[in-house]
């Protein structure tokens, strides 16, 4: 059955290809030429988000080596400790919001070091899974249409990072037998 899917699994994007070009002849569209201007739009995009991006690596760059990354978890610690969430969760909780590769990392050292099954790991796993990399979201997709004033969606989406880190131990606890 594995062997079937992984067979279905590989062949569904070539037949799509197939399928697209095949309704762009019945239509009568030049499929290349869509083809060839949507990858020159694609391309323009790209360069477009470039200097946003680079502001965004450079502004996590700054607050990793800069300290301020561990002197924003010593701040949030107290608060970590009244609500019984774990002190090893503050860093990988105020990275989410800056970087998906950087909370991945924090999430995977969690897991080796403690195991998926553990308090901790399942803390991670719940504050992983109901955060979002809201700066370079907005940075990316705003960015690219050209939207200058997120102040509202950063600040729903910062609202929303919070409230997972605020409750993720707190769901977890309530599965614990």
């Known amino acids: 059955m594995n062997s079937l899917i992984n067979t279905l699994g590989a062949w569904v994007l070539p037949l799509m290809v197939v399928a697209i070009v095949l309704f762009g002849l ?14 020159k739009s694609g391309a323009l995009t790209v360069y477009e988000l470039i200097p946003t991006l ?14 301020a990354m561990l002197l ?9 400790a009244f609500l019984n969430i774990p002190e090893e969760i503050i860093p990988m909780s105020l990275i989410s919001p ?12 969690i897991l080796k070091e403690n195991g998926p099954d553990s308090f901790l790991g399942r803390v991670g796993s719940v504050l992983m899974g109901s955060t979002d990399t809201t700066l370079y979201a907005v940075t ?9 004033k997120t102040r509202h969606t950063l600040f729903a989406g910062l609202c929303a990072d919070f409230t997972s880190f605020l409750l993720c131990s707190f769901f977890v606890n309530l599965t614990i037998d």
């Open 54 to 67: 680079t502001g965004l690596v450079v502004a996590i760059t700054m607050l990793k080596e800069s300290g």
């Open 72 to 80: 924003a978890a010593k701040l949030f610690s107290p608060l970590a």
């Open 140 to 148: 990316v997709y705003y960015g690219a249409v050209l939207i200058k």
């Open 98 to 109: 800056i970087s998906g590769g950087g909370s991945l990392s924090f999430f995977e050292s």
């Open 26 to 39: 019945f239509k009568k569209i030049k499929v290349f030429d869509c083809f060839i201007q949507g990858a």
